[in-house]
Structures are given as structure tokens and as C-alpha cells.
């Protein structure tokens, strides 16, 4: 198994950046495919992006394209989102997760392993 800890939330104004990291322990990080979700309050958790083992490919939902960059180091057993240009629909908890295989998925369904999850909150 692998565990999974987010961190890097926190408050921030409409306009800025902040970069979340996801720490892994367990299992080497490079044996999995890594996504980042989202949930705000009163709606259903929803993609954000995902990045291969070798970080070769990444894919992001429409909505944080060209915003936010997906990045891991599995040298230190991370994976990062860089979030710029935040805006207030961007507020939820944000999650980590890890799926097994060689393939990224938009689906929660689909990925074996979650963090606690981290606050990000953007204020107009």
C-alpha cells in the first residue's frame, strides 16, 4: 500500500498561486499514475489532472488548463500542483490520489489511493 499526504493549502486572494505537494510513503511513487481531485462544498468531487509514472503525459480538466501544472519527483516521492491565476470557483479541498497501471483516468473510481486532502481557498 501506499500512503498519501497533501499539503500546501491555505488561503489566498484571486489572482495568486499556490503549489500543493502530495509526500508518499510505503511504495515507491514511480509504480503509480498520480491525479489530482477537487471537492467543493455541496458538489461532487471532480477531476483536475493527472500525470503518468514517468511523467511523460499529463492531462488536466478544462476548467484549470493552462492554470495549474501537475509535476511529480518520484526521486522524492512527490507530486506537485502548481495553481496559478486562482479565482474563487477554484475553492475545495484538493486530493491526491494514486491508480495503479499504466493509464491516467478522469474518473475518482478508478484510482486506489487518497490523501486526507488539503483546504485551498481563494477569496475574491
Known amino acids: 500500500q501506499v500512503q498519501l499526504a497533501e499539503s500546501g493549502g491555505g488561503l489566498v486572494q484571486a489572482g495568486g498561486s499556490l503549489r500543493l505537494s502530495c509526500a508518499a510513503s510505503?511504495?515507491?511513487?514511480?509504480?503509480?499514475?498520480m491525479g489530482w481531485f477537487r471537492q467543493a462544498p455541496g458538489k461532487e468531487r471532480e477531476f483536475v489532472a493527472h500525470?503518468?509514472?514517468?511523467?511523460?503525459?499529463?492531462y488536466y480538466a478544462g476548467s484549470v488548463k493552462g492554470r495549474f501544472t501537475i509535476s511529480r519527483d518520484n526521486a522524492k516521492n512527490t507530486v506537485y500542483l502548481q495553481m496559478n491565476s486562482l479565482n474563487p470557483e477554484d475553492t475545495a479541498v484538493y486530493y491526491c490520489a494514486a491508480r495503479g497501471g499504466a493509464y491516467g483516468s478522469r474518473s475518482d473510481l478508478n484510482y486506489d489511493y487518497w490523501g486526507q486532502g488539503t483546504q485551498v481557498t481563494v477569496s475574491p
Open positions: 500525470i503518468s509514472r514517468s511523467s511523460g503525459t499529463t
Open positions: 510505503g511504495r515507491t511513487l514511480s509504480l503509480y499514475v
